[in-house]
């Protein structure tokens, strides 16, 4: 196992404590307890409280979207495991206002679980929350099954849309409807071609030939749906395109937010070249873009591999997605068009 | 090999093709020469033009600097090779407003030949060029000769610097002044775990132990100051940390910006577990951090490793890091202090 770190067993502390080292006017924890990440200063009264929280290995998710005009807070789990119920709601408790709080994570087990239970424990102290459950992998149940789908990098644009609406005060019920148009219409899909390791298993979770791709494979390695010899990336690109215009599906007129991401160790050149194609193809099919992020959004350390995220938009969406948002992972001024 | 590409001979002008046709609004050609990007709008009058070039295989290094508040334009090489002296030139005479050209780029002996050439060639079509060579890798040369060092992931500091100023409408004496202050007071070092693949030569440039780091290696493979067995993120940090601070000299009472940069594949986390203990190791010495940068901001494709810079910073040099820049690869909003 080839990484920088002093002990397994400190991996996700020590970070912790390098993110609020390095960041302290933007960061802060709750209580002193690392594991519980809000943004620094003062609440914004009437404002709804925006929380997500996972487990540890994915940055810039998920504590990287807490900043202005996006998240307000966040529970961090070890590496690939869900914080506990306990540092969601000490998280929910930091950032309520009195408007509520809105839940937005990614669709695993253990997430469910422990935010199912904060948001029990947050209504017996008068807290009223809501929850959205981002499923956006398209590889990893068949359509018509689109709740058992895992959450992958597309909630990045859950949590834009719905961090921009909660920024213009809206009640809670008008952010989670955005929340919610936002989850229904975006399409992820992933791919592979090396694993990463977990510093308390010190080995990695699968293996993959030397000239060995999957598509669809998870971000924690959980299997895809194809695994084969390594395509040109104008291949890989075009089947993993394919996949997503015909899921929700995309067709002419449409007007789409593109997002590559890089899943760790796949250089940006790479990633503009499969974006080339992905330009090509879209301009095919007639469908427009309005904004394209490429980069790393949430990855799996140091897998080598990326997804791409497809979000439609309607006019809502276009513009909060458009509004400014400051972290200290994510910068974005007010985009015009 | 494993990349995502078609050909490893389109690699370069494939990876240009996707990144003008993902922000069109931001970047340009110029005469439809891919290899001479600049800043798509109009030309400030008056504006000094400041322009860089170098091999590709670095992203966001040398093209993602262009953009507003930062630089004008870009000339590209191939992977891990100069760009043409012509190519700097069609550069120099797109971003030309009358006020002259000042070339940024590093201490590479292919680079400063094409850069000087292109100087000769833009004097003869009367545009006044000035140039300043990045050389801040404290590991490629000792102390005392200090223009042998290769230029690495601190001529951002360069950039942003020059870039502010530049953007007052000051005159070229007055950029390039700021140019080479921040060039004199910027110093890194890095430190490899794994190679990188050049795609058209197909196997790694250099080889390393399963267990086994190099300190001081640049961004193209070369040499480092210490290969040995791995040690902790503390060890490796406070290496590096060390031989940077002795260097410039920095000492109790300076303030500087801090920019952990990953060289391709190794996870944020694991920089955020190096940054941990460059603020104890700054703190002990009584040295002040005003901005840190963590991210990806000068790469080697895939290589794993990082580098530390650091910047010595003066009213001037951090009122000018402190104002806002929009490229397609790196946004920052007015910092405040």
Redesign the interface.
């Known amino acids: 196992m080839?990484?920088?770190?002093?002990?397994p067993e400190t991996?996700v502390d020590?970070?912790?404590?390098?993110?609020i080292?390095?960041?302290p006017d933007k960061l802060t924890t709750v209580e002193n307890d690392l594991r519980c990440i809000v943004k620094a200063g003062e609440k914004k009264k009437g404002k709804v409280g925006l929380a997500t929280g996972g487990g540890?290995?994915h940055?810039?998710l998920f504590l990287g979207y807490v900043g202005d005009g996006i998240l307000d807070g966040c529970s961090v789990g070890g590496v690939f495991q869900s914080p506990s119920s306990e540092q969601m709601l000490k998280v929910t408790k930091a950032i309520d206002s009195g408007a509520g709080v809105l839940y937005i994570y990614g669709n695993y087990g253990g997430d469910i679980m422990n935010f199912d239970l904060a948001a029990e424990m947050a209504d017996m102290e008068d807290i009223y929350v809501e929850s959205i459950v981002a499923a956006d992998d398209v590889a990893s149940a068949v359509k018509g099954e689109e709740s058992k789908r895992r959450g992958v990098a597309g909630i990045f644009y859950v949590y834009k849309t719905a961090g921009a609406k909660a920024d213009e005060l809206a009640p809670i019920d008008e952010v989670k409807r955005v929340a919610e148009k936002a989850a229904a219409n975006v399409r992820t899909m992933g791919v592979a071609?090396?694993p990463?390791i977990v510093p308390e298993v010190g080995k990695p979770s699968f293996t993959l030939g030397?000239?060995e791709m999957e598509i669809g494979m998870g971000i924690h390695g959980e299997p895809g749906i194809h695994r084969g010899k390594?395509e040109?990336?104008?291949e890989?690109g075009s089947r993993m395109i394919s996949a997503i215009l015909e899921d929700l599906p995309f067709g002419k007129g449409d007007e789409v937010s593109v997002l590559v991401n890089g899943l760790?160790?796949?250089?940006?050149?790479?990633?503009?070249?499969?974006?080339?194609k992905i330009?090509h193809m879209l301009k095919e099919k007639g469908i427009s873009v309005f904004k394209?992020y490429?980069?790393?959004f949430a990855?799996s350390?140091?897998m080598?591999g990326?997804s791409i995220s497809l979000l439609k938009l309607d006019d809502e969406l276009k513009q909060l997605l458009a509004k400014?948002a400051?972290t200290p992972?994510f910068?974005?001024?007010q985009l015009t068009f």
């Open positions: 080839k990484k920088f770190l002093n002990k991996f020590e970070m912790l404590e390098g993110i080292a390095a960041h540890s290995g940055l810039p071609l090396s990463c030397d000239d390594l040109t990336a104008d890989v760790g160790a796949t250089p940006k050149e790479e990633m503009y070249i499969i974006y080339r330009d394209v490429i980069g790393e990855t350390m140091e080598t990326f400014p400051n992972f910068e974005q001024t």
